[in-house]
């Protein structure tokens, strides 16, 4: 979990660094950003959800084995 938070925490960051340039004014101004961002946040949440359902799974097999 420790390496997740610090993935998640060197993306936004890059994300944020790069936010700052000329191309996302323009998305801003044509109101386009907020596809974008609704498209980074529908994938970040797929990512999450896969991962706690491949721990679920994983979990299940290390107690069957027991």
Not at 14 to 25: M, W
Not at 30 to 59: C, E, H, M, N, Q
Request: no cysteine.
């Amino acid at each position: 979990m420790k390496k997740f938070s610090l993935v998640t925490l060197l993306i936004s960051s890059i994300l944020t660094l790069n936010a700052q340039g000329q191309e996302v004014s323009t998305f801003r101004s044509s109101g386009k950003i907020y596809v974008v961002v609704g498209i980074i946040a529908i994938i970040f949440l797929l990512i999450v959800a896969y991962l706690f359902y491949l721990d679920y799974k994983i979990t299940k097999l290390e107690n069957k084995d027991k």
